[in-house]
């Protein structure tokens, strides 16, 4: 059984769709499913929220490559937020970041929940 979770939250600039957990290939349809009903249709500026994702393995890092590259195609963007170092250093040994883009947290930069 996985252990990931995934919820929506509003944005300012578009939804944010947040990550908790782990995600792995258990998770794949969960995530998925997620992302498409964020980026189907319109243009979209999704966000996620990866600050309380522990860890993602190569199938997840692709379904997030894959829906970034269909929210390009309808002249959308997907934007990682605060990834956790396992989590970011997974997007720096595939090279994820010339696909989606990724915001990473400051020195001076809190989580909204206090993190």
């Known amino acids: 059984m996985s252990s990931l979770e995934v919820s929506i939250a509003t944005g300012a600039s578009g939804p944010i ?11 794949i349809t969960r995530l998925d499913e997620a992302l498409t009903a ?17 860890y993602a393995d190569s199938a997840s890092m692709r379904t997030l490559v894959m829906a970034a590259m269909k929210a390009r195609t309808r002249e959308g963007s997907v934007t990682l937020l605060y990834p956790q170092p396992a989590v970011a250093r997974m997007l720096d040994l595939l090279g994820i970041n010339e696909t989606l883009s990724i915001r990473r947290r400051t020195a001076d930069e809190t989580h909204p929940d206090g993190d």
């Open 38 to 54: 964020q980026i189907s249709g319109q243009a979209v500026q999704l966000a996620i929220d990866a600050a309380n994702l522990r």
């Open 17 to 27: 769709l947040v990550l908790a957990g782990e995600a792995d290939f258990t998770s």
